[in-house]
């Protein structure tokens, strides 16, 4: 460690790929800064992202419950009114909390932290400008640079934000009255988790998807079994309707919709735009420093390294190609920077799980049945309904299943997929299991308690590995 201007490593951004890489780097003993613009460190997935949108799913479900479930169960309420103020107030201290925690994280680990806007002024320097007029850009010097900066949401020309009417998650995370009617366009990932606020809190809500199939990366046998569950819970849902404009007009707002040849209008309160999110390149200098962007997605081009076209300057996360996910960020973090101290880092892309938040939760990992059948491998199935499973009886919530996906010849586990309450943790004993490269016969003969959802995940193991070793591969 040279000057205090002179470090190992800065890394732009502190989302969950900029503090993770920042703070392994500084444990591993390099000497760094980690720079971020606002005030709160964290990133989107903290502060208006993944953390938020879980405490307002968490709270909207317990209203819910006590709205719809709990007399099921033998439970009397007087009236259950809803507190927003008090819900929104809750959500804010739990990122606060949360976003602290990152400070004495990096503190803690002796990370340089900077508050201001980096540029890329070369591949080993950087200049960061703050609010303030009077105070000239600060340099700063490093062996390596890390980009980690992350994604904004993508805005069509016609569907412009005006973060009142027409707004982005952002906004619909912090609204002061539920909507009467939430227009949703995109059922992805954020469409379907924040309508379920929304709808959980009285709004109606109508989902409008594009492509024929809500969230589109899921399993097939996944996403319509979602699509009825939500359904039954009220949301209503428009595929292959393509938005081509949002009009606001006083409290209202317009949106033009075409569905084949049909064209129609509906009307809303307020229209979330929820149609994917691109990376936050802009301003960062790139060009000038010679990083190079894939032309066709805008993700910056790197090698297995994560080096980008520049020598000694990284990204990481929503920056670069694969799933916008904070996890996927998180462990790109630590890679890079494992290499960079010259230790073995690498990142499994076969066994990185996603999870939807509705109720009930969907999880996923490794390979869907379309995509075993695109790669031409034979393959068995093994699925497992919750009907089936004391526990989920006990609780009530019998929708769903777990569906496992095996190679015929070898019984590896090549994907799983679950709905169901808990799925998003369930899921985590099957990355495991993928990690070590499990078959199906060696979850089927693990011992899971009783009862429990996991019980699911047994079952549906049993199936597939009895297709694959004692009926031979199945034909597909
Ligand atoms: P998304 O990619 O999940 O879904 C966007 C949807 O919008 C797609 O289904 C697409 O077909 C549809 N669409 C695009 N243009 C349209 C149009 N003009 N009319 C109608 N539909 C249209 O993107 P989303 O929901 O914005 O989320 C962005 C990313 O954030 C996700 O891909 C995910 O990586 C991340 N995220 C992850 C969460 C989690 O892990 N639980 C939660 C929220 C976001």
């Not at 020309?157 to 539920?178: C, G, K, Q, Y």
């Not at 939500?230 to 209202?252: C, D, E, N, W, Y």
């Amino acid at each position: 460690m040279a000057s205090n201007n002179r470090l190992d490593l800065i890394v732009v951004g502190s989302g969950p790929g900029g503090y993770v890489a920042a703070a392994r780097a500084a444990q591993l003993g390099l000497s760094v800064a980690c720079i971020e613009k606002d005030e709160r460190l964290g990133g989107v997935c903290l502060n208006v992202g993944c953390i938020p949108s879980k405490a307002l799913l968490d709270s909207s479900e317990h209203y819910h419950m006590a709205k719809t479930r709990f007399a099921d169960h033998g439970i009397q309420t007087g009236r259950i009114r809803l507190d927003l103020g008090t819900m929104m107030k809750r959500k804010e201290t739990v990122v606060q909390g949360l976003t602290e925690n990152v400070r004495s994280l990096l503190e803690g680990s002796k990370v340089r932290i900077i508050r201001g806007t980096a540029i890329l002024k070369g591949n080993d320097r950087v200049a960061v400008t703050t609010e303030s007029r009077n105070k000239k850009p600060e340099m700063l010097e490093a062996t390596s640079i890390l980009l980690a900066t992350g994604s904004l949401p993508v805005t069509p020309p016609d569907l412009a934000f005006d973060n009142n009417r027409i707004i982005s998650s952002t906004e619909a995370l912090s609204l002061d009255t539920v909507p009467k009617h939430l227009i949703i366009v995109g059922g992805g990932y954020i469409g379907l988790e924040l309508g379920s606020v929304w709808l959980r809190l009285g709004a109606k809500v109508t989902v409008l998807e594009m492509l024929p199939q809500i969230a589109g990366a899921l399993d097939s046998l996944a996403a319509r079994t979602l699509q009825r569950i939500l359904a039954k819970q009220g949301m209503i849902f428009k595929l292959g309707a393509r938005v081509t404009g949002a009009k606001p007009s006083g409290q209202q707002v317009k949106v033009a919709i075409e569905t084949g040849d049909k064209r129609e209008t509906l009307t809303g309160d307020r229209v979330l735009v929820a149609v994917g999110r691109k990376p936050n390149t802009d301003g960062l200098g790139l060009d000038a420093a010679g990083v190079a962007l894939n032309e066709k997605t805008g993700h910056i081009q790197v090698d297995e390294s994560y080096q980008t076209t520049a020598e000694g300057i990284y990204a990481i996360g929503d920056l670069i190609a694969g799933p916008a996910l904070a996890h996927k960020a998180s462990a790109e973090g630590a890679a890079v920077v494992e290499r960079l101290a010259r230790r073995p880092g690498l990142v499994n892309y076969d066994t990185i799980p996603s999870v939807i938040y509705t109720f009930p939760e969907v999880a996923s990992v490794g390979l869907t049945e379309a995509q075993a059948r695109e790669r031409a491998i034979g393959y068995c199935v093994g699925t497992f309904p919750f009907t089936g499973t004391g526990r989920a009886r006990c609780m009530g919530e019998t929708d769903g299943f777990v569906k496992m996906i095996s190679d015929a010849k070898t019984d590896r586990v090549l994907g799983v997929h679950i709905i169901g309450p808990r799925a998003a943790e369930m899921i985590g004993e099957c990355v495991l299991a993928m990690e070590f490269g499990a078959s199906a016969e060696d979850i089927a003969r693990t011992v899971h308690g009783h009862p429990t959802f996991s019980e699911g995940l047994q079952e549906a193991a049993s199936v597939a590995t009895h297709c694959s070793i004692y009926r031979g591969p199945e034909k597909k």
